[in-house]
């Protein structure tokens, strides 16, 4: 199977099998992930740069490449790189996505997609001829994909009712401080931005329902030293209605404290009800009239769809790692002209700025009803 190579800027050729190149822009907890599971697929990381010109030998030295470069022109300009990954500050997002798909390579892009809608449309426009995919790396948890499969079989019945929560603390003291905290770097929206686009992400995934109607109310718990007008939001909370008539409530927040990475999803229907637990993965819980069972990560007794993104035997446990391994290991695998379900892609990366743009325009007005743009 041939892939299309990147051999210059702008220029690209069909050849036989290569081993893809890839380069990670921004070295820092999220670009080793990327670098690590890049590897993992069998890629080879030849290029990084970090978010200053001094520090392009570390970026390499900490993501594993082959070398570091000074900025994005010169590793799209001169490392001949077939994949991006973007793992830099929110607010650079667009324009490194914009530039690596202007140079002809495909792109992994973190979440959010871009800080502003219209930047985000505008990337998923330009993306239509290039694999371009955003890490939600959720949906490749084994027992997201069984309840996606069994939901998808109609086993809930009528969805009445779905609630939520993604909760973390790594905000909850008033002296803790990052760079997504300045409206600056993580753009207007940082609790439900950062966190709450995964489980909106995760819950139109499962159900292939959508949220089209939310109001909303935020709330800053800590005002920290950094310089932001206005401060973004340490949590938020929202009842929303979808498409199919799904009534539905969720808790963001980024100061509970106790809870590291907690996102919550449970489905309620007529027949039966299903809730999953990421701090969980393992397991699926089923509740019926005559009672609930606990559905446990075993390829003898997983859908297909589910079985698939099994790596080890049942009792030996899976997690986050795994997860964003076969997320690029599937991005790869489009990138070589297959077609993986389920890719999260710049489609996906726009869908959930939309939701969070509606978030903030509900919150605005003191959670007056906002329409989700489709």
């Excluded at 390579?105 to 979440?111: L, Y």
Aim: with cysteine; glycine share 10%.
């Amino acid at each position: 199977m041939s892939v299309t190579h990147l051999t210059a800027p702008g220029e690209r050729v069909d050849s036989e099998p290569v081993t893809l190149r890839v380069g990670v822009v921004g070295a820092g907890f999220m670009g080793r992930v990327h670098a690590e599971a890049a590897r993992r697929a069998g890629a080879t990381v030849v290029a990084a740069t970090a978010s200053r010109p001094d520090r392009a030998a570390a970026a390499a030295r900490a993501v594993g490449a082959e070398r570091g470069y000074p900025g994005v022109a010169e590793l799209l300009g001169t490392a001949g790189v077939d994949v991006v990954h973007i793992c830099t500050p929110n607010a650079t997002h667009a324009p490194v996505a914009a530039a690596a798909l202007a140079a002809g390579a495909h792109v992994v892009c973190e979440k959010p997609l871009a800080t502003g809608l219209a930047e985000a449309t505008g990337l998923a426009a330009a993306a239509v001829d290039r694999v371009a995919t955003v890490p939600f790396v959720y949906r490749f948890h084994p027992m997201v994909r069984e309840l996606r499969a069994r939901l998808a079989a109609g086993e809930a019945g009528t969805v009445a009712t779905v609630t939520g929560s993604y909760l973390q603390d790594w905000l909850s003291r008033p002296t803790d401080d990052d760079w997504r905290v300045d409206s600056g770097l993580g753009g207007a929206s940082r609790a439900f931005g950062d966190i709450g686009s995964h489980w909106a992400d995760l819950f139109e995934f499962v159900t292939g329902d959508r949220i089209t109607r939310l109001s909303a109310r935020t709330a800053v718990v800590h005002e920290r030293g950094t310089q932001q007008v206005p401060p973004t939001e340490d949590l938020a909370a929202l009842l929303f209605t979808t498409a199919a008539g799904t009534v539905g409530t969720l808790v963001v927040s980024q100061v509970a404290a106790g809870r590291k990475n907690r996102l919550h999803l449970e489905i309620s229907g007529t027949d039966a009800s299903f809730a999953f637990d990421q701090e969980d993965p393992e397991r699926l819980w089923a509740g019926r009239r005559a009672g609930g069972q606990v559905l446990l990560r075993d390829p003898a007794t997983l859908h297909p769809s589910a079985a698939r993104y099994v790596r080890l035997p049942a009792g030996h446990a899976q997690g986050y790692q795994d997860c964003f391994d076969a997320f690029v290991a599937d991005t790869y695998a489009a990138i070589r002209g297959e077609a993986p379900a389920g890719l999260p892609t710049f489609a996906d990366g726009l869908r959930t700025v939309r939701v969070t743009d509606a978030v903030l325009s509900s919150a605005a007005g003191d959670g007056e009803w906002v329409e989700v743009t489709p």
